[in-house]
């Protein structure tokens, strides 16, 4: 163990931050594979949040950033240095005429969005019922589902960067584009709360919502995923090209391709991520050599401090 990581934990025990050593991480994603963590810290407020950035940087401890664990992959190896489980539940709401303010921490899990709306006659927040995961992690990769995105209802974005300083970027600062946002293409900050602005007018009637919903339930396998692995390239599905190439099926050790969905990988007990990034990277290849595609992954893959490239 390095003498940084031995006075880095010092220092957090000096400030009362509970955390846990070489904590298992396989339990805390969506696809059950992953190593350990140095340290596992759970954050519950800015305050800490500011305060573990700081002196993880003067401790030279790389630092990574776990959600809901609903679209990540972390590496049979683990994850070196501390991992921040992004725990800020933070909920104030207020309502206006034609529309409701919510600020809510970036630990708030989405599905709780689609339980409000439902009590405040907005049914168009139904999409976040189907999107697991944390406020923090839909913003990081702008999640969302027929048609419609996270950053439809952004005001603006409370943020820090990885030396503790708190900055707060508007809607069109965050970036958002398809599936990713500012924050995923530089992996410079960690969020930490949002403003957002439900209007009370819905987009969609209810029946429509209902519609989609159910659609939504019967294309969907049943089974331990991280969802779609891929981004939709333009103008296309990445679901329909791995099942031209073939791939519907495939497996390796215990982690296959959904017979269902193909965009869906499953595992089916026991798989390991290097299961997954064998997978991964024998589907991209076939989807390439049968039509020239190649697909860019829409999880994201987490071990030793670093964001891992495939
Ligand atoms: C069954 C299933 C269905 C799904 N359906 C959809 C869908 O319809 N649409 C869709 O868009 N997604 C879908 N997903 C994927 C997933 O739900 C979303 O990507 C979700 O937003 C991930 O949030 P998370 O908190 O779990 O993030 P995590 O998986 O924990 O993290 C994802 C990335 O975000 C980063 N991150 C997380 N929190 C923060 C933060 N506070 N600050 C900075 N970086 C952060 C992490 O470092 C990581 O790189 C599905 C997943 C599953 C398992």
Same mark, same amino acid.
């Given at each position: 163990?390095?003498?940084?990581?031995?006075?880095?934990? =010092?220092?957090?025990?000096?400030? @009362?931050?509970?955390?846990?050593?070489?904590? /298992?991480?396989?339990?805390?994603?969506?696809?059950?594979?992953?190593? &350990?963590?140095?340290?596992?810290?759970?954050?519950?407020?800015?305050?800490?949040?500011?305060?573990?950035?700081?002196?993880?940087?003067?401790?030279?401890?790389? /630092?990574?950033?776990? @959600?809901?664990?609903?679209?990540?992959?972390?590496?049979?190896?683990?994850?070196?240095?501390?991992?921040?489980?992004? =725990?800020?539940?933070?909920?104030?709401?207020? &309502?206006?005429?034609?529309?409701?303010?919510?600020?809510? @921490?970036?630990?708030?899990?989405?599905?709780?969005?689609?339980?409000?709306?439902? =009590?405040?006659?907005?049914?168009?927040?139904?999409?976040?019922?189907?999107?697991?995961?944390?406020?923090?992690?839909?913003?990081?990769?702008? %999640?969302? %589902?027929?048609?419609?995105?996270?950053?439809?209802?952004?005001?603006?974005?409370?943020?820090?960067?990885?030396?503790?300083?708190?900055?707060?970027?508007?809607?069109?600062?965050?970036?958002?584009?398809?599936?990713?946002?500012?924050?995923?293409?530089?992996?410079?900050?960690?969020? %930490?709360?949002?403003?957002?602005?439900?209007? =009370?007018?819905?987009?969609?009637?209810?029946?429509?919502?209902? &519609?989609?919903?159910?659609?939504?339930?019967?294309?969907?396998?049943?089974?331990?995923?991280? @969802?779609?692995?891929?981004?939709?390239?333009?103008?296309?599905?990445?679901?329909?090209?791995?099942? &031209?190439?073939?791939?519907?099926?495939?497996?390796?050790?215990? %982690?296959?391709?959904?017979?269902?969905?193909?965009?869906?990988?499953?595992?089916? $007990? $026991?798989?390991?991520?290097?299961?997954?990034?064998?997978?991964?990277?024998?589907?991209?290849?076939?989807?390439?050599?049968?039509?020239?595609?190649?697909?860019?992954?829409?999880?994201?893959?987490? $071990?030793?401090?670093?964001?891992?490239?495939?």
């Amino acid at each position: 163990m390095t003498t940084s990581l031995v006075l880095f934990k =010092k220092q957090l025990l000096a400030l @009362g931050f509970s955390f846990e050593e070489n904590k /298992v991480l396989s339990s805390l994603c969506t696809w059950g594979v992953g190593g &350990e963590a140095d340290v596992f810290l759970p954050v519950v407020d800015e305050k800490q949040l500011g305060v573990v950035l700081r002196l993880a940087k003067e401790a030279e401890i790389p /630092v990574t950033i776990l @959600g809901g664990g609903c679209n990540v992959l972390i590496v049979d190896e683990g994850v070196r240095g501390v991992v921040l489980a992004m =725990k800020i539940g933070l909920w104030d709401e207020e &309502e206006f005429e034609n529309h409701f303010m919510l600020r809510l @921490g970036a630990g708030v899990m989405t599905p709780r969005l689609s339980m409000w709306g439902k =009590k405040h006659g907005v049914h168009d927040l139904e999409l976040f019922s189907k999107i697991p995961g944390t406020l923090g992690g839909a913003i990081f990769g702008n %999640a969302g %589902a027929w048609g419609y995105a996270v950053s439809d209802y952004i005001v603006e974005v409370v943020a820090y960067d990885f030396e503790g300083n708190r900055h707060v970027f508007s809607q069109t600062q965050c970036g958002f584009v398809y599936r990713s946002s500012m924050f995923k293409q530089c992996s410079n900050f960690v969020i %930490a709360e949002a403003v957002l602005s439900i209007p =009370k007018q819905n987009k969609l009637s209810k029946e429509v919502v209902e &519609e989609k919903a159910r659609y939504r339930d019967s294309q969907q396998p049943i089974g331990r995923s991280a @969802g779609s692995v891929f981004k939709n390239p333009e103008g296309g599905f990445a679901g329909k090209l791995i099942e &031209e190439a073939g791939c519907k099926g495939l497996q390796i050790g215990q %982690a296959r391709v959904s017979d269902q969905h193909a965009n869906f990988f499953l595992n089916l $007990g $026991g798989a390991k991520a290097a299961d997954f990034l064998q997978l991964i990277r024998e589907v991209k290849k076939r989807v390439k050599e049968k039509g020239g595609v190649e697909l860019v992954e829409e999880v994201r893959f987490l $071990g030793g401090g670093l964001f891992y490239e495939i």
